[in-house]
């Protein structure tokens, strides 16, 4: 399914209140495209520089909730300050992406724009930044709470024998969790898979 490119007042209600104006000045001073997506599993957000001279392109999933929605477009832009600078000279998320990135997340951490646990949670996380939120589990599972996915749960929620679907339609039922991840049986094979506790699942009867 193609991109939908959005006026830039149209992302006011993908964003946080009291944060627009912050954002809309902040994307002012570069050349780029912001495209609001359909959900992508892959990836929440990504960035691709202009093959040329012209304007870069952002794309962020729509269906993120307001505060990880402004979390990725400021990881994204942080990735276009990078390649301004350095173009494809250094790595996608080594040191000089983590001190872009820290830097814009510091301005809206300022200004009070986060609620008081992810606010913890990113300070937390600006001590050794990840490569995505799904890459911070702590992050990821503060992020979670303001989500209003119905019949929505992390597998790290459910009980022992719960049975769950996966977005691909399969069912499974939790055994027992090991570390980090949890062992479920798929109901129609018997067989054994290893899940992340952070991973997203329905429910069943879905």
């Not at 001279?53 to 477009?73: D, Q, W």
């Not at 992810?118 to 992050?139: F, G, K, V």
């Not at 069912?171 to 798929?186: A, D, S």
């Amino acid at each position: 399914m193609a991109l939908k490119e959005h006026p830039l007042d149209a992302i006011r209600t993908f964003l946080p209140e009291g944060c627009f104006d912050a954002v809309a000045n902040l994307m002012h001073r570069y050349p780029l495209h912001l495209k609001i997506k359909k959900e992508r599993r892959s990836v929440l957000g990504d960035f691709r520089p202009s093959p040329g001279h012209g304007r870069h392109t952002i794309s962020v999933n729509g269906n993120l909730n307001s505060y990880h929605f402004l979390i990725t477009l400021l990881h994204e832009i942080a990735h276009m300050l990078v390649w301004e600078q350095y173009r494809n000279r250094v790595k996608p998320h080594g040191l000089e992406w983590k001190h872009a990135f820290a830097g814009l997340l510091s301005d809206f951490l300022a200004n009070k724009i986060f609620p008081k646990d992810i606010e913890e949670a990113l300070n937390q996380s600006m001590n050794q930044l990840a490569a995505s939120t799904c890459s911070d589990p702590a992050l990821f599972k503060v992020l979670h709470r303001y989500d209003q996915k119905e019949n929505q749960i992390l597998i790290e929620h459910l009980k022992g024998n719960e049975v769950f679907q996966t977005h691909d339609g399969r069912t499974f039922r939790v055994l027992h969790k090991r570390r980090t991840r949890f062992e479920c049986e798929e109901i129609a094979t018997g067989r054994k898979y290893l899940f992340p506790g952070i991973y997203e699942v329905s429910r069943y009867p879905v």
